[in-house]
Nanobody, 122 residues
Framework: QGRLVESGGQAVQSGDSLTLSCSGS????????MAWFRRAPGQEREFVAT????????DYANSVKGRFTISRDTAKNTVILIMNSLKPEDTAVYYC???????????????WGQGTQVTVSS
């Protein structure tokens, strides 16, 4: 069965940049709409960013718009999340997800990774 594997999470300072990667194992990511979600301590999992199958369409949560960028590297079967100007409120476990339909709702996504921790200190 296919799965998603995230990497790149670490502890950083406020204002730093970080890049997260999501790779597909026995899963061809170009056949799915891909997204990043995050869950902060004590909170629900929330939408962060999504990219369509062909990479031409993206959407972002208002809280990250202008700071985060989602993109695809089809040759590497990978989806990237570039995070700039990180804030302490960005601290969360970040999850990669894949869906057959485009959208921002968690319910659309049938494949999920295990998550990678991002911690931003002030």
């Amino acid at each position: 069965q296919g799965r998603l594997v995230e990497s790149g999470g670490q502890a950083v300072q406020s204002g730093d940049s970080l890049t997260l990667s999501c790779s597909g194992s026995r899963l061809t990511l170009s056949t799915y709409h891909m997204a990043w979600f995050r869950r902060a301590p004590g909170q629900e999992r929330e939408f962060v960013a999504t990219v369509g199958r062909n990479g031409g369409r993206t959407d972002y949560a208002n809280s990250v718009k202008g700071r985060f960028t989602i993109s695809r590297d089809t040759a590497k079967n990978t989806v990237i999340l570039i995070m700039n100007s990180l804030k302490p409120e960005d601290t969360a476990v970040y999850y990669c997800a894949a869906a057959l339909s485009y959208g921002t709702r968690r319910e659309l996504y049938g494949y999920w990774g295990q998550g990678t921790q991002v911690t931003v200190s002030s």
